[in-house]
């Protein structure tokens, strides 16, 4: 059983990473292509997953795009309700593998690469879905969506996710 001093810094944390996630794309803003192509809510989800687990990872990847486009308008409700999913998948998959694959670097590496797998086919069965209800939907506009477009923010995650873990780890934020 976890203390109440470490519920309320989880409590703490989780709030700073969805804060993060919020914040973060209007760093892109005024370039929506860039933002799409950095994924700048992305990176705060996947770190909430290995900083906090998978039950933080999965409540802040899916509140993330719903409350950015309740608060913000943006992304529009019918990218962020696929996102939600996708980024709920990632917060969810980097806890539970990180935890399952034991915490050395290496497993930081492959709990990042499965997770960021498993959340873009989430995201694809979420669009898939969204098809039977008059959205566009193509296996062409999965790859191009998931990968093709997304490979900027796909290397900058693979580079700052695993240093960050790292970087708190050494530092004794995360265990």
Same mark, same amino acid.
């Given at each position: 059983?976890?203390?109440?001093?470490?519920?309320?810094?989880?409590?703490?944390?989780?709030? @700073? =990473? @969805?804060?993060?996630?919020? !914040?973060? *794309?209007?760093?892109?803003?005024?370039? *929506?292509?860039?933002?799409?192509?950095? @994924?700048?809510?992305?990176?705060?989800?996947?770190?909430?997953? =290995?900083?906090?687990?998978?039950?933080?990872?999965?409540?802040?990847? #899916? #509140?993330?795009?719903?409350?950015?486009?309740?608060?913000?308008? !943006?992304?529009?409700?019918?990218?962020?309700?696929?996102?939600?999913?996708?980024?709920? +998948?990632?917060?969810?998959?980097?806890?539970?593998?990180?935890?399952?694959?034991?915490?050395? *670097?290496?497993?930081?590496?492959?709990?990042?690469?499965? /997770? !960021?797998?498993?959340?873009?086919?989430?995201? &694809?069965? /979420?669009?898939?879905? !969204?098809? =039977?209800? &008059?959205?566009?939907?193509?296996?062409?506009? =999965?790859?191009? &969506?998931?990968?093709?477009? +997304?490979?900027? &923010?796909?290397?900058?995650? @693979?580079?700052? #996710? *695993?240093?960050?873990?790292?970087?708190?780890?050494?530092?004794?934020?995360?265990?």
């Amino acid at each position: 059983m976890r203390s109440g001093h470490s519920s309320l810094r989880d409590l703490v944390l989780a709030a @700073l =990473f @969805l804060s993060l996630g919020l !914040m973060l *794309p209007f760093l892109t803003a005024q370039i *929506p292509e860039i933002g799409s192509m950095l @994924l700048p809510m992305h990176i705060p989800v996947l770190l909430c997953g =290995f900083v906090l687990g998978w039950r933080w990872g999965l409540a802040v990847g #899916i #509140i993330t795009p719903l409350f950015r486009t309740l608060l913000f308008s !943006m992304p529009p409700l019918l990218t962020a309700l696929p996102m939600a999913f996708e980024l709920a +998948a990632y917060g969810l998959l980097t806890g539970l593998l990180y935890r399952l694959l034991g915490r050395k *670097p290496l497993s930081v590496y492959l709990s990042l690469i499965l /997770a !960021m797998l498993g959340g873009r086919l989430i995201w &694809g069965v /979420a669009r898939f879905v !969204m098809f =039977f209800f &008059g959205t566009e939907f193509s296996l062409p506009l =999965f790859i191009a &969506g998931a990968f093709t477009n +997304a490979l900027p &923010g796909i290397l900058l995650q @693979l580079v700052l #996710i *695993p240093a960050l873990v790292l970087a708190l780890r050494r530092l004794k934020v995360m265990d």
